[in-house]
């Protein structure tokens, strides 16, 4: 069975009114070209359907976010017991709440797989680059944009994230003051500071948007990657976007939300902290600290470097390891020199990928367990080794390693694993 | 081979129909949380209805309480008020209603009135007017003893809130 | 099935714990040294549990009792107290209840008037002066979502068993241990200050075996009989004992902090219904337009 309908498009408008659109604003025809004729390799599989749940995932946060913004009070008295207003007075509050702080969850667990899942199959490799790093950009405005929303009920956490994630700007030698008196509005985390991150928290994540029709713009120039890494070679390769990937694509997005909707339905608070539920209070620092799930392992880069490194003292040297940890992520087109793209065909690089899996889940645990003992030691091992993956392991992998033969196409690869 | 197509088409339709048909089911209880959110919550609604207790309300005199976010007149008429109510003939009137229509039986000295000009919303003055009653001071609306319309612009009567008597001196209003 | 895919599922699996574990690893923070905290079997817990409607009812009539006067609750609204699913008082009763309370009014004469459903509980103390100069200087905390700003942390990895049970009544577990954990003299156990001398009980404190540094400012609240329980509508009497008081209390306080338990796991039940039957609709769907195409 052949795939005639996988070519671009050839849409040629039916009415008048259509005619007429078309020749002012041809969105009609974009439509088709990009959402459904767009020509999609035949062989991806279930982990590029995180593409899509991550594009709702955005729409439900920004639908929720919005419902929320119209019942919460952004100052420091009221911010907290009106988030209980919501959960309690407000037509389906509890719900709508719910499905508002578990999403931030439910968001960066599908952006984790969506970006792990690019590592592994090559998907930064030429001609994705840019690709690439307008995605490490929307992973940092995520995380901006959560950190903020996490400050808006007022909570212990809330507060006391707030005061030690604004710390960090304080590390910056000779500016780091104003720099920190600037972000907050005052002298410490206040009132000021809740209603400027109320006001960005909506603001960013209409940035992400647009950083996100970017992101598909990049991705519709060459074309999807796919898990043999081999270039579309012809018409045979690929469907049609629609029905093909909008159908597998739901289908993803279904089954995403059945943990989604257990965690909102049936224990919406155990991604969350307790002491969340106890009001700010800037003179108690609760017992242990410890940010949302999704920041923990660059939390533990942060925290790994106990130490002077020569003039650098150990804050600051802590921040340059932290923001270098996402930094890196921008390169990483250039770091990974090989010329196979999937890791199906890279019989070394399989295995430092995962290590460099365990390695992150690793940290990630680190970030959550006291400073104290051997994890701080562990901390520091896995922080190097983190680095080292980017820095040494991918660049030598690069030269040293023999990959598997490729297929010729995709066609032929499929071909082959029907008959297998 | 024809019919085994058909049966096949069959099947496949009715596969995609049901989807389609369990998905909308699925936008909709979906969209309408995110819309009814928008009416008024359960702390609005408690106090949709309110009791007032009117003892302390002498003859003569008037009192503005707030009912639903609205300023309500709680009015305690003399008789003189109400006999000039009940002469006034339903000819006179813009919006014709008997005093009997604007009170409770048993209650006539009670007058329980929303206390927004029927114009275009403004606080009339009471005690004041050519009619003894409300008059409106943004556009010169005038009401008599019974709050009914007489002179000026607005075209009804203040409107009365729904309220019943609990006793002789609690009213309940919502 | 070729040697990628399989190789591939393998992976998948590997990946999908790997999920859960990081999912998993904030509950590792609240991993403090304390005591074990023993769970109780909560009518609300689990997936299909509610609240028992008679144990609310008594549940508040503790805290009315016994907690109210030096706790608050301002975040509970009178009228709530008749809902479904909670306690679950007649209007009439809940109306009457309000009116024994004074609540602030600046727009009332003499600034207090009668209290009515829509009212919120009225706090014990003015301020927050009040109340530290009536405890010690300690500031009793508010009952409104205490229950769930307590919790219990289980040893690695069994809290990544939480995540699939749904383990939420942590606070009620440590809410009734902290109830029973009173001890009139420092116990033999206590733990030693870090210098090697015993354990040093500051004036004014309590022994706790189960709150956070052993001394707790508020004195063992409940005694056995302290409160006299009004029969509920099952009939069924109930001992009056600390432990009994405790848990009601508890339960009581579960209920305060998410009211809308009940109704949430009912529309939970449904949404997880649909979308079981969604799926498996879109995955016959997928199939059969994907049918023929090889990939």
Known sequence: MGAPMSEHSTYTPGTGIEKWLDERLPIIRFSKEHLMDFPTPKNLNYWWTFGAILAIMLVVQIVTGVILAMHYTPNVALAFDSVEHIKRDVNGGRIIQAVHSVGASMFFAAVYVHIFRGMYFGSYKAPREILWILGVLIFVLMMATAFMGYVLPWGQMSFWAATVITNIFGAIPVLGNPILELLRGGFSVGNPTLNRFFSLHYLLPFVIAAVVVLHIWALHVPGNNNPIGVDVKSSRDTVPFHPYYTMKDLYGVVLFAIPFAWFVFFAPDILGHPDNYVMANSQVTPAHIVPEWYFLPFYAILRAIDFNILFINSQLGGVIFFGGSIVILFFLPWLDTSKVRSGTFRPMFKWFYWLFVINFLALAYLGAAPAEGVYVILAKICTAYYFAHFIIVLPVLSRIEKPRPLPASISESVLGKAHA | MATQAEHHGTRRDFIFVATAAVGGVGVVATVWPLINQLNPDASTLALASIEFDLSAIEEGQSVTILWRGLPVFVRHRTQKEIDEAKAVPMADLKDPETDEQRTKPGHEQWLIMIANCTHLGCVPVGESGEYDGWFCPCHGSVYDTAGRIRKGPAPKNLVLPPYDFISDTLVQIG | ?295
């Open chain 3, 1 to 295: 099935m070729g040697g990628i895919v399989s190789m591939f599922k393998t992976k998948t699996i590997l990946a999908a714990v790997a999920l859960v574990a990081a999912f998993a690893a904030p509950a590792f923070a609240q991993d403090h040294s304390g005591p074990h905290i023993e769970k109780q079997s909560w009518s609300f817990g689990g997936l299909f549990g509610t609240y028992d409607q008679n144990q609310l009812q008594r549940g508040f009539q503790v805290f009315r009792e016994v907690c109210s006067n030096c706790h608050g609750a301002r975040l509970i609204a009178f009228r709530t107290l008749a809902e479904e699913g909670g306690p679950h008082f007649s209007e009439g009763q809940v109306k009457a209840l309000a009116a024994e309370y004074n609540i602030a009014d600046a727009t009332a004469e003499g600034g207090t008037r009668k209290g009515v459903a829509a009212d919120r509980w009225p706090s014990p103390f003015a301020t927050e002066q009040d109340a530290r100069d009536a405890n010690g200087g300690a500031l009793p905390p508010d009952f409104s979502v205490l229950a769930k700003a307590r919790g219990v942390t289980d040893a690695f990895p069994w809290w990544i068993t939480n995540y699939f049970t749904g383990y939420s009544e942590g606070g009620p577990d440590y809410i009734h241990a902290l109830m029973n954990g009173y001890h009139e003299e420092v116990p033999e156990n206590a733990p030693h200050a870090a210098d090697g001398t015993p354990f040093a009980l500051p004036e004014g404190k309590y022994y706790n075996d189960y709150f956070p540094g052993h001394a707790i400012s508020m004195p063992p609240p409940l005694q056995d009989g302290a409160v006299t329980y009004v029969p509920g509508e099952d009939g069924v009497t109930v001992p009056e004992t600390v432990n009994q008081y405790s848990e009601d209390v508890s339960a009581f306080m579960m209920w305060m902090a998410e009211p809308g338990l009940v109704s949430r796991k009912e529309t939970g039940f449904k949404v997880l219904l649909f979308l079981v039957l969604f799926a498996g609709l879109m995955y016959a769907t997928k199939r059969k337009i994907w049918q023929g195409i090889e990939h």
